[in-house]
Nanobody
């Protein structure tokens, strides 16, 4: 079955960087666009970034443009999110899923917590 395992979160100071990873299994990874989402406390889950199945195109939420970079390695069935210039408002649990316009799978991983704080 579909499995999505996120990792790489942690506590970082404002202005710092983190690289998140999402290892996927249970579906043909190279045939799917992939996306990162996040959910902050008390807020709805929101799209952070997405990448096409070839990696040739990407898109970002406005507040992440220029700071975050999504990438993928189809051989490793893994999607990444490089996050730079982190702000306290980036604090959230980050999730990955397949899809470009919205989450492809009803199943979500456990997410990885990113905390941006002094």
């Amino acid at each position: 079955q579909v499995q999505l395992v996120e990792s790489g979160g942690g506590l970082v100071q404002p202005g710092g960087s983190l690289r998140l990873s999402c290892a996927a299994s249970g579906f043909t990874f190279s045939s799917y666009a992939m996306s990162w989402y996040r959910q902050a406390p008390g807020k709805e889950r929101e799209l952070v970034a997405a990448i096409t199945y070839t990696g040739g195109s990407t898109k970002y939420a406005d507040s992440m443009k220029g700071r975050f970079t999504i990438s993928r390695d189809n051989a490793k069935k893994t999607v990444y999110l490089q996050m730079n210039s982190l702000k306290p408002e980036d604090t959230a649990v980050y999730y990955c899923n397949a899809g470009w316009l919205g989450p492809q799978f009803a199943i979500w991983g456990q997410g990885t917590l990113v905390t941006v704080s002094e």
